[in-house]
């Protein structure tokens, strides 16, 4: 495995890092969410549109023996489990399927996301892309890569010449204005792409390939190594109203600053923005 190794990072008592750690624990998910592509899968409802899977459930269970061995003195909030408070300021969050919805239709396009907060401030994140072997990693003040080369945001400054991704999320209202906020903007805008997977799009925006990713719904699992990475590779992100986003901040919206910026001012007024 290679040594993404950080001093600053909590370390397990035979010289690992918690990032070191984060990443057998998303590569042992990958094993297990690959394994289980060609089968048939056990869906359930959690919501109207919010499903769960066996290989979910399977893959967090493995992700959690792996954190908990290493540092069972660390808090865990993960999609598929209860909370459980540790006797450390350290938590794990974790989303061990994320982008479920295209897994479950034979879609190529999630990821598993590990990441580690000191109370409620990001230390370190994993995206891990099975699919692509693609590893997205972040340690605060050490920089952002992808299988240990340096990414950066997108240098796209306008809104004319960028690629936008978003996502809908489950609530209906706010995707509508979503929606209608793409209308507004269209055609003062190069392309847009909806992701299925916020862990991959805040990646894509921390690595620049797409210049700006958006959201209106989103949990702390689906954020958190997001956080980080889009922090350390250079970018900003914020929510809806503008302030900077956080580990329970339902919103996002990820890009450089200056795009941020950009947006923030194309879109002021706009219901999306100003909606409850």
């Given at each position: ?53 066996d ?6 269970k493995?992700?959690?023996e ?29 989303d ?17 996301i ?51 991704s ?60 997001g ?36 947006f ?13």
């Open positions: 495995m290679t040594d993404f190794s950080h001093d600053a990072l909590p370390m397990t008592g035979d010289g690992r890092s918690a990032l070191d750690v984060a990443l057998e624990a998303t590569t042992t998910a990958g094993e297990i969410i690959r394994g289980g592509w060609d089968s048939d899968r056990q869906i359930t409802f959690k919501g109207r549109a919010d499903i769960v899977t290989i979910d459930v399977a893959a967090e493995a992700v959690l792996i954190l908990t061995s290493a540092f069972p003195q660390f808090g865990i909030l993960a999609e598929e489990s209860q909370p459980v408070a540790g006797a450390s300021p350290y938590r794990w969050v974790v061990p399927l994320d982008g479920t919805r295209n897994y479950a239709q034979s879609i190529p396009h999630f990821c598993t590990v990441a580690l907060a000191e109370e409620d401030d990001i230390v370190a994140g994993v995206v891990y892309d099975p699919v692509r072997e693609e590893t997205f990693t972040a340690a605060k003040g050490q920089g952002a890569f992808l299988n240990g080369a340096p990414i950066n945001v997108s240098e796209t400054t306008e809104i004319a010449r960028s690629l936008l978003f996502d809908l999320g489950y609530v209906d209202e706010k995707a509508g204005l979503a929606i209608d906020m793409l209308r507004s903007l269209w055609p003062g805008m190069y392309s847009v792409r909806m992701m299925g997977s916020a862990g991959l799009g805040l990646a894509y925006a921390a690595s620049g390939r797409v210049d700006l990713f958006f959201h209106h719904s989103l949990s702390p699992w689906d954020v958190a190594a956080l980080v990475l889009a922090q350390e590779a250079g970018g900003r992100v914020v929510d809806r109203q503008g302030n900077k986003a956080g580990l329970f901040t339902p919103s996002v919206i990820c890009s450089s600053p200056a795009l941020v910026e950009g923030l001012a194309a879109t002021d007024g706009l219901p999306w923005r100003t909606a409850s």
